[in-house]
């Protein structure tokens, strides 16, 4: 998550201390304080979107696919990324995104089992995922 998004969230929260403080007074105000700080952590932790290559599967947060799996996979322009996003979408892809990153890969599924065409990731190192992923 970017900087800038987590002290917005932060702002927010610290409105609600605000609130707690002018309500409460100075004790409770600090132990809202303690606590809003230790959630914005946690959401920077829960939020963060993991991409895992080992020698035998893709994992991007919980799903994961076998690369043999994998078919063409390439890095995408902001332009097509935010293409594929909205009016090109397929509704059966399967889509790890997170709004505030603009740049990200499509890697085409080769399974005649699986519905699914495509996974479409954001990702800041998307040229780095398709190296790694075209040399398995």
């Known amino acids: 998550m970017p900087l ?4 917005l969230i932060y702002f927010f929260m610290l409105s ?7 309500a409460l007074g100075n ?6 304080l303690v606590l809003t700080s230790a959630l914005l952590i946690l959401i920077a932790i829960k ?4 991409i895992e290559v080992d020698e035998n599967e893709l ?8 690369l043999k799996y994998c ?19 397929d509704p059966a892809a399967f889509l790890a995104l997170r709004f505030w990153s603009s740049a990200g890969a ?9 519905s ?18 075209e040399s398995n």
């Open 71 to 89: 078919g063409h996979v390439h890095a995408l322009t902001n332009k097509k990324m935010a293409d594929l996003r909205t009016r090109d979408a």
């Open 27 to 32: 004790t409770p105000a600090l132990v809202a």
């Open 4 to 7: 800038w998004l987590l002290a």
């Open 16 to 22: 609600f201390v605000l609130s707690i403080w002018a």
């Open 116 to 133: 699914t065409p495509y996974w479409l990731i954001t990702s800041k190192n998307a040229e780095m995922l398709v190296k790694v992923l």
């Open 106 to 114: 499509r890697i085409d599924i080769k399974d005649e089992r699986d």
């Open 59 to 66: 994992r991007v947060g919980r799903a994961h696919i076998e």
């Open 47 to 50: 939020t963060a979107l993991v």
